[in-house]
C-alpha cells in the first residue's frame, strides 16, 4: 500500500508541475504533503457534539485545512466539515470568492 501512494503521490506532483511549472510552481518545493485517500465510498468527517470540542471562529480543523495559499484555494466537502453535494457547492462557492 505505501509503494502504491507514493505512486500516486508522484503522479500528482509531475501532473501538477506539467500544468503550472511555466509559472514557477515546483512540486518539490511547493507541496509539503499529499493525502491519499483511496476509500472507495468516500468520507467526509463531520464534527458532533458529544465528541468534539467548540472551536473558535476560523479554527476548526477544517476551516485551517482550507486556508488560501496564494493563489490556491480548496473546495471540496472535507473544507466544510459535511459529506453532502450541497457542502461541496458551496466550498466551491467560497473558494471561488476567496481568489475574486
Given at each position: ?52 470540542p ?27 466539515a ?19
Open positions: 500500500m505505501q509503494r502504491r501512494n507514493a505512486e500516486y503521490e508522484e503522479g500528482v506532483k509531475k501532473q501538477l508541475t506539467a500544468m503550472f511549472g511555466a509559472n514557477g510552481f515546483d512540486a518539490e518545493r511547493d507541496i509539503a504533503a499529499i493525502t491519499v485517500n483511496r476509500w472507495s465510498h468516500g468520507y467526509t468527517y463531520a464534527y458532533t457534539q458529544l465528541f468534539d467548540e472551536w473558535e471562529e476560523g479554527q476548526a480543523p477544517h476551516e485551517l485545512g482550507r486556508k488560501p495559499l496564494g493563489r490556491i484555494s480548496i473546495a471540496n466537502a472535507d473544507a466544510e459535511g459529506a453532502s453535494l450541497q457542502a461541496a457547492i458551496e466550498a466551491a462557492a467560497r473558494a471561488v470568492r476567496e481568489l475574486g
